[in-house]
C-alpha cells in the first residue's frame, strides 16, 4: 500500500485566534478537493478551538505541538491528550527539536508521551534529528538510531502503527539551509531500518516519514519526489497561507 503523503503545519508560538482564523479562511480554498495528501495545521494551544471550528468539514486535520504524558492531574501548566481530543484535535506534534533544546524533553518524556498519544488515538508526529555538531562529527546515524530506539521503548508494532516520525535536522530548521532531498533520504532509511529491526517489516513499510527544516515552496517539489520522503513538517514557509498552500500543492 502506498504511503499517503502527510504535509503539516508547524506555527511554533505564533498567531493570535484572530489571525489564525483569518490564515483559515485564506488557505482552505487554496487546498479544497486535495485528496493526495493528508494536510494538517498544528497552531498553539490558544488557537487549537478556533482553527478546529474553522476547518470543519474540510479534510484538513489539526495538531497540538504538544502535550503532557498523563491523563489529568496536578501538572501546572500541562495539556492532557484527553483535553485535546475533546476539542477535537486529531494530531500531536511530539519531541520537536526546540521542545529538548529549550524545555529540557528528552527521548525518555517523548516515549512517555508517544505511549499516552497513541492510548488516546492522537496522531503523534514524533520529531528526531541531530544537531549541526552530530553531523560534522560523523554521527548522524548513531544519533537517529538512538532517539529512534529511545522514543520507541516498549511500544508494539500495534500500538506504533499510527505513529508519523519527523525526521529534523536541527541545524536545518529555521536556517534556511535544507538537507539535500539525498541526505534526507539517507536518514529516512536509517529511521525506516531501525523501526524495521524494532517492530518489523511490516510496520516500517507502512510508517510515514516526514522531512523538516526549511522546507519551501521552491523545494518542496524535489523533497517529495524521494520515495522515501512521505510529507513534511513547515516551520517558517506554513506561517503565510500563500506559502503553506503551494508547498501542499508541490
Ligand atoms: P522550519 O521549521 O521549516 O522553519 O525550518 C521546521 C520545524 O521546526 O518543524
Not at 24 to 32: I, R, S
Not at 184 to 210: D, Q
Amino acid at each position: 500500500m502506498p504511503r499517503k503523503p502527510l504535509i503539516a503545519a508547524n506555527w511554533k508560538m505564533y498567531k493570535t485566534p484572530a489571525q489564525a482564523q483569518e490564515y483559515v479562511k485564506l488557505f482552505l480554498p487554496l487546498v479544497a478537493n486535495h485528496e493526495r495528501d493528508e494536510v494538517v495545521l498544528c497552531p498553539s494551544f490558544t488557537s487549537l478551538s478556533v482553527v478546529i471550528a474553522a476547518v470543519t468539514g474540510s479534510g484538513v486535520g489539526v495538531g497540538a505541538q504538544n502535550m503532557y504524558s498523563a491523563e489529568e492531574g496536578a501538572f501546572t501548566g500541562e495539556t492532557s491528550p484527553l483535553m485535546l481530543k475533546a476539542i477535537g484535535a486529531t494530531h500531536v506534534i511530539l519531541g520537536h527539536s526546540e521542545r529538548r533544546q529549550y524545555f529540557a524533553e528528552t527521548d525518555e518524556s517523548v516515549n512517555r508521551k508517544l505511549k499516552m498519544a497513541l492510548k488516546h488515538e492522537l496522531t503523534p508526529i514524533v520529531c528526531v534529528g541531530e544537531v549541526l555538531a552530530e553531523r560534522e562529527a560523523g554521527k548522524t546515524e548513531e544519533v537517529l538510531l538512538r532517539q529512534t530506539r529511545g522514543v520507541l521503548a516498549g511500544i508494539t508494532a500495534a500500538e506504533a502503527a499510527p505513529m508519523v516520525i519527523a525526521y529534523e535536522p536541527v541545524w536545518a530548521i529555521g536556517t534556511g539551509k535544507t538537507a539535500t532531498p539525498q541526505i534526507a533520504s539517507e536518514a529516512h532509511r536509517v529511521i525506516r531500518g531501525e523501526v524495521e529491526k524494532l517492530l518489523g517489516a511490516e510496520t516500517a513499510a507502512a510508517l510515514r516519514i516526514l522531512y523538516g527544516g526549511s522546507v519551501k515552496p521552491d523545494n518542496a517539489t524535489a523533497l517529495m519526489a524521494e520515495e522515501e520522503i512521505d510529507g513534511a513538517l513547515v516551520g517558517g514557509a506554513s506561517l503565510d497561507a500563500q506559502s503553506f498552500g503551494k508547498i501542499v500543492n508541490y
